[in-house]
């Protein structure tokens, strides 16, 4: 694996999208053929509930806010793919 992909799907992230956010993220993964080499967890909170939905990259630690089901595309192939987070979308999380 590398790449692991942390989504959260907790209750304000679902309000927000992160359903229809996974939906897109696992369509573009698969149109690209990227199943083995990134792997997407799931989890019920970042603790980042007013930006959501909320996914942090590892190894890098990059998070991602307002990771909505139309960025993804951009995400993947910018930051997946090419190895550039986009500084527009990265979120500076908060204690």
């Not at 149109?31 to 970042?46: A, G, I």
């Not at 990259?57 to 990059?62: A, F, L, Q, R, T």
Request: proline share 5%; with cysteine.
């Amino acid at each position: 694996m590398k790449t692991h992909l942390f989504l959260c799907t907790g209750p304000t992230c679902s309000q927000q999208g992160a359903e229809e956010t996974l939906q897109s993220l696992q369509a573009v993964l698969g149109d690209r053929n990227l199943h083995t080499k990134v792997r997407v967890t799931l989890c019920r909170c970042l603790g980042q509930c007013g930006n959501g939905p909320n996914m942090v990259v590892y190894p890098e630690g990059v998070w991602y806010g307002h990771a909505e089901k139309e960025k993804i595309g951009q995400i993947v192939q910018e930051h997946l793919v090419g190895g550039t987070p986009i500084s527009a979308l990265v979120l500076t999380p908060v204690d």
